[in-house]
């Protein structure tokens, strides 16, 4: 399984940014199949951002980014996106996408992915 992410960049704060993640060697179109973001600010621990069950379409997110952020999928394309609103210098991180199945307690947790993406950086300045 390979996830291939992009679309960060810089942007000034208060803009927008998407970022896509393509999966491909598997679908996660089953039972608990989820994927989802994390991300990592330099000196700070990688944190949950956001997640989506694939077959449900239930999202998941971080406090911090909720009402900022949308959490989207296209089954075609086997492809999951990360809209981001409102960014502000906070947000800045190395984004990474993240795809497994974990269970309803795993979701915000790095442990419930077994999948990872190469990361793409965001970064917002003030």
């Known amino acids: 399984v390979q996830l291939q992410a992009s679309g960060g960049g810089l942007v000034q704060a208060g803009g927008s940014l998407r970022l896509s993640c393509a999966a491909s060697?598997?679908?996660?179109?089953?039972?608990?199949?989820?994927m989802g973001w994390f991300r990592q600010a330099p000196g700070k621990e990688r944190e949950f951002v956001a997640a989506i069950r694939w077959s449900s379409r239930h999202t998941f997110y971080a406090d911090s980014v909720k009402g900022r952020f949308t959490i989207s999928r296209d089954s075609a394309k086997n492809t999951v996106y990360l809209q981001m609103n409102n960014l502000k210098p906070e947000d800045t991180a190395v984004y990474y996408c993240?795809?497994?199945?974990?269970?309803?307690?795993?979701?915000?947790?790095?442990?419930?992915?077994?999948?990872w993406g190469q990361g793409t950086q965001v970064t917002v300045s003030s």
């Open positions: 993240a795809a497994g199945a974990p269970i309803l307690s795993q979701i915000m947790e790095q442990s419930g992915y077994g999948y």
């Open positions: 060697g598997r679908t996660f179109n089953y039972g608990h199949g989820c």
